[in-house]
């Protein structure tokens, strides 16, 4: 089994799944490192399961579903923190509302499609061994936007993640800041979504980050770490998943589940031991 994955290797689904991961855990890794530091991970997966709705417009119009999630991600995500900074109203009454919303239009939208609606099931569990070769040119350019704007705001984006008010005084659109990370969340899950699925992008977004938070904590080292993690997690799951004939975004999840859950261990028992 072992030697048929590695001859697996030299074909093509093979190659574009491996190329989608890794550029997967690049996003991953820098934007989940935000998502573990801002503790946002409700607001994700509220992003995640709205790109549902984007998914249906795209399958009932008849354009790229991955466009509609894309646009519907960004929308969504613009809506919750909008309304989450705006009103007095619960921020998990807000996002759940949004939530159910957004599948509630995609099912509805996919229903009143005509004809065969394929390969949908992969938008909810994920299908990294079906990611076509224009996904991946797709998968680099939102790497591409998601580096430069961390680049180009590292610093507005630190100052927002540990000291809002500070960075208030010292003048920086805070609101416009934190709609730009929002809106490189909503460009992320759009990516993970074809991985792991909508019920488990969440998992793939904020577990390595989390790991790496446990033994890094400069950010830039964290966004690092956890992208590297993010690689061996799926390269991992997916050898596993491809070895034994299990769900490749089910068995990387997996994967990412048990380093965290040893990692806590061993982190424990290195406080007690000291």
Same mark, same amino acid.
């Given at each position: 089994m ?7 290797l ?6 574009n799944a ?5 550029? =997967? ?9 935000? #998502? #573990? ?12 399961? $709205?790109?549902?709705g984007?998914?249906g ?6 354009? +790229?579903?991955?466009i ?5 991600s ?10 989450e900074r +705006?009103?007095?109203?619960r921020?998990?009454t ?12 995609g ?19 994920? &299908? ?7 996904? /991946? ?11 430069t704007? #961390?680049? *180009? ?8 993640s540990f000291?809002?008010?500070f960075?208030?005084?010292?003048? !920086?659109?805070v +609101? &416009? /800041?934190?709609?730009?990370?929002v809106g490189?969340?909503? /460009?992320?899950?759009v990516?993970? %979504?074809? #991985?792991?699925?909508l019920i488990m992008?969440?998992?793939l977004?904020?577990?390595?980050a989390? =790991?790496?938070?446990?033994? =890094?904590?400069?950010?830039?080292? %964290?966004? @690092?770490l956890s992208? @590297?993690?993010g690689v061996?997690f799926?390269?991992l799951g997916?050898? /596993?998943?491809?070895?034994?004939n !299990?769900? $490749? ?9 048990? =380093?965290y859950?040893?990692?806590?261990i061993?982190?424990?028992?290195? *406080?007690k $031991?000291?």
């Amino acid at each position: 089994m072992i030697t048929n994955f590695f001859s697996a290797l030299q074909l093509e689904f093979m190659q574009n799944a491996i190329m989608a991961g890794f550029l =997967v855990s690049i996003a991953c890794g820098i934007i989940g490192t935000f #998502v #573990v530091v801002n503790r946002i991970v409700f607001i994700s997966g509220g992003i995640a399961h $709205s790109a549902y709705g984007g998914i249906g417009l795209g399958y009932f119009f008849g354009f +790229n579903p991955i466009i509609g999630a894309i646009a519907f991600s960004l929308l969504s995500g613009f809506g919750m923190a909008i309304v989450e900074r +705006n009103t007095g109203e619960r921020k998990d009454t807000i996002i759940g509302t949004m939530w159910a919303m957004g599948m509630s239009i995609g099912i509805i939208f996919i229903d009143l499609t005509k004809g065969y609606k394929a390969n949908l099931m992969s938008y909810l569990f994920g &299908s990294i061994l079906a990611v076509p070769k224009q996904d /991946l040119w797709i998968m680099l350019i939102l790497d591409l936007v998601i580096i430069t704007m #961390v680049c *180009l705001f590292y610093k507005e984006l630190l100052a927002i993640s540990f000291d809002p008010m500070f960075a208030t005084t010292r003048n !920086l659109p805070v +609101n &416009s /800041l934190y709609l730009m990370l929002v809106g490189a969340i909503a /460009l992320t899950i759009v990516m993970v %979504m074809q #991985v792991v699925g909508l019920i488990m992008i969440i998992a793939l977004l904020t577990i390595p980050a989390a =790991v790496a938070n446990q033994y =890094v904590q400069e950010m830039k080292q %964290m966004m @690092i770490l956890s992208s @590297i993690l993010g690689v061996i997690f799926i390269l991992l799951g997916l050898s /596993l998943s491809f070895v034994f004939n !299990l769900t $490749s975004g089910a068995t990387i999840i997996m994967v990412a589940g048990c =380093v965290y859950f040893l990692s806590l261990i061993i982190k424990q028992w290195q *406080l007690k $031991s000291n």
